[in-house]
């Protein structure tokens, strides 16, 4: 396995990542021993940056303590990031944000329990708080570096000023984003400031959340559970050129001899050295197809013919505009 390094700190990793939020919510069921089972043949396949979040246990700690569970026999062989900032203690767990020091303090404290690990290397804002600025947020993930707590500090889902204004309290190590070859908002005003200040960036749903995995249907034939069934870009016309330009990749892919999913993965990696994805999957067949990508190396017709087919990414919205409202810009 291939490794890269996030942030001018240093932080070596996997040029693979695995998200585990999946193993926990939002896909429909699942199970503990699969995931379990998942993480440990990921380890055996060199992969050692896995992602989860507080979040992703809504409220219970679950995603964090399946990853914490499967990892404990080689903690320290592996690089373990989660997140804070949302409230999960109103009425409904996730719905609204807290990112006030007080509450990064007691997640951090619950993050480490629940992992069963005596520091977190790498913890990111998962949303920003408007009624907490960066600079304090900063400030706080800064005092638990001091403390041994925390390693790393990352970022996730904001913008180019207030990813400024923390790198100027506590030097931040990667930002967390949605980026695959179907969403590409990052590159145009936040990929410069990245590049400028050393910082990583870390693609999450780096396969259209399952469309350039080649398995794909219309929305209202998943379950009520699953995400993709309300995601714009499974619905009406947005599926249809969204199914037709992967489509499209299927045959690129075909032609060079590997998957719909190893071309996608294999285009972020080709997008610079310091780009890690963190495809999340419950399966261990799935899983090695997604590392078999480090192996493939794009040609730049590869890249254009994927420009070609996909200019500005895929029709549709990746989120509701309810929760787009919530990601920081400035």
């Known amino acids: 396995m291939q490794h890269r390094t996030l942030g001018q700190r240093g ?3 996997s040029a693979l990542g695995l998200g585990v939020m999946g193993m926990s919510m939002a896909y429909g069921p699942s199970s503990d021993e699969d995931g ?4 440990h043949r990921a380890h055996e396949l060199g992969v050692d940056f896995f992602d989860t979040a507080e979040v992703y246990g809504q409220g219970t700690g679950s995603n964090e303590t399946l990853l914490g569970s499967a990892v404990k026999d080689f903690r320290d062989e592996v690089v373990l990031a989660t997140k804070f900032g949302f409230d999960m203690a ?7 944000v807290n990112s006030r020091p007080e509450n990064i303090r007691k997640v951090a404290e619950n993050s480490l329990r629940y992992l069963q690990t005596d520091r977190i290397d790498l913890f990111y804002q998962h949303i920003s708080d408007p009624d907490v600025p960066a600079e304090e947020v900063a400030g706080t993930v800064g005092d638990l570096i001091t403390e041994g707590k925390v390693q790393y500090f990352g970022l996730s889902n904001v913008g180019p000023q207030y990813i400024r204004r923390a790198h100027a309290v506590t030097q931040v190590t990667a930002l967390q984003y949605e980026y695959s070859i179907f ?3 990052v590159e145009d005003a936040i990929l410069p ?3 400028e200040l050393g910082i990583g960036l870390v693609p999450y749903s780096p396969l259209g959340r399952g469309f350039l995995s080649g398995v794909v249907k219309p929305a209202a034939e998943y379950p009520e559970d699953d995400m993709r069934r309300w995601d714009e870009r499974w ?7 969204n199914l037709s330009a992967a489509e499209q990749l299927r045959k690129l892919a075909a032609t060079k001899g590997i998957t719909p999913a190893q071309l996608a993965l294999a285009w972020l990696l080709a997008q610079g050295e310091d780009v890690v994805p963190i495809p999340g999957t419950r399966s261990a ?3 090695e197809e997604n590392v078999g990508a480090t192996d493939v190396e794009l040609t730049e017709a590869d890249l254009a013919r994927i420009r070609e087919v996909l200019p500005q990414g895929s029709a549709g919205s990746r ?3 309810s929760v787009m409202a919530g990601f920081r810009t400035d």
Not at 36 to 39: L, N, V, Y
Not at 235 to 241: G, H, L, S, T
Request: glycine share 6%; charged share 25%.
């Open 319 to 321: 989120y509701p505009a």
């Open 235 to 241: 619905q009406r016309e947005n599926y249809v050129y």
């Open 36 to 39: 379990i089972s998942t993480i």
């Open 285 to 287: 067949t799935r899983l």
């Open 183 to 185: 969403e590409r908002e």
């Open 11 to 13: 932080l070596r990793v």
């Open 90 to 96: 109103s009425e409904t767990p996730g719905s609204g």
């Open 193 to 195: 400031v990245l590049q």
